[in-house]
Structures are given as C-alpha cells and as structure tokens.
C-alpha cells in the first residue's frame, strides 16, 4: 500500500508560480509511473501531467504545456510540479497519483489546493 501526500498549494496571483510536491512511502516509488490530476469547483478531475518511472519520459494537458513542469526525485520518494504563469483557470485541487503498473488502477493523495487570484 501506497501513502501519498501533497503539499505546496496555496494562493497565488495571476502570473505567479508555486511548486507542489508529492512525498510516497509505503512502496518502491522508482516502480511507479506517476501522475498530476486537478479538480476545478464544478468539474470532474482532468489529467494534468505525467512522468514515467525514469523520470526521462513526460506528458502534459494541453492546457498546462509550457507552463508547468513535472518532475521526480526517486532517491527522496518525491515528485514535483512546478507551475508558472498561473491563471485563474488553473484554480483547483491538486492530486497526484501513483500508477500501479500492468493495472488501471492507482493510489491517490489527499490533494492540496492552489487558488489563483486576479
């Protein structure tokens, strides 16, 4: 069983950044491709990014691309998500998700709220 937790989030104005972090325990977290999602007030969770086990391979939402950045540190069981030029539409909660491979199934955080102010 996989324990994630984000942290990071906050208020933030429009054109600024902020980097959440994903901290796991509970498993090998260099096994595990490893996710962003977000929820926006009224949406359903939507898919922000992506990095395999490496950390040599990333997708992104198109409406994050150029934006933000995911990235990972296996030896710390952490992963990142810096975000730059902040828009309002990036307001949500932020999860992330560990991927257990070979299965469409994952482990999830608790999330962590970003709110961009204009």
């Known amino acids: 069983q996989v324990q994630l937790v984000e942290s990071g989030g906050g208020l933030v104005q429009v054109g600024g950044s902020l980097r959440l972090s994903c901290v796991a325990s509970?498993?090998?977290?260099?096994?595990?491709?490893m996710s962003w999602f977000r929820r926006a007030p009224g949406n359903e969770r939507e898919f922000a990014a992506r990095?395999?086990?490496?950390?040599?391979?990333?997708h992104y939402a198109d409406s994050v691309k150029g934006r933000f950045t995911i990235s990972r540190d296996n030896a710390k069981n952490t992963m990142y998500l810096q975000m730059n030029s902040l828009k309002p539409e990036d307001t949500a909660v932020y999860y992330c998700?560990?991927?257990?491979?070979?299965?469409?199934?994952?482990?999830w955080g608790q999330g962590t709220q970003v709110t961009v102010s204009s």
């Open positions: 998700n560990a991927e257990i491979p070979g299965t469409n199934r994952g482990y």
């Open positions: 509970g498993g090998t977290f260099s096994n595990y491709p």
């Open positions: 990095i395999l086990s490496s950390g040599t391979i990333t």
